[in-house]
């Protein structure tokens, strides 16, 4: 399990990436979270790249009101 970051966002999920779909610009990232169930966050290309994303990758997904981002140590 990765160590809880320290963030204003409440909504930490423990889940590991199951799937990276690369478009033009974007990316749609799909993660299996620590409950068995699912959930797809759209980032950019250089984002993925800039976090050395893929398959497998262990990662914390942050869950807010409007959007849900993905962090790694």
């Given at each position: 399990m990765l160590a809880r970051m320290r963030l204003?966002?409440?909504n930490q999920l423990d889940g590991t990436v199951i799937s990276i779909t690369r478009?033009?610009?974007m990316a749609v990232v799909r993660v299996r979270l620590a409950g068995g169930d699912?959930?797809?966050s759209s980032i950019t290309r250089d984002a993925v790249d800039d976090l050395a994303?893929?398959?497998?990758?262990?990662?914390k997904?942050?869950?807010k009101s409007t959007e849900v981002t993905?962090?790694?140590e």
């Amino acid at each position: 399990m990765l160590a809880r970051m320290r963030l204003s966002t409440r909504n930490q999920l423990d889940g590991t990436v199951i799937s990276i779909t690369r478009g033009e610009a974007m990316a749609v990232v799909r993660v299996r979270l620590a409950g068995g169930d699912e959930i797809t966050s759209s980032i950019t290309r250089d984002a993925v790249d800039d976090l050395a994303l893929t398959d497998g990758a262990r990662v914390k997904v942050l869950v807010k009101s409007t959007e849900v981002t993905l962090g790694v140590e």
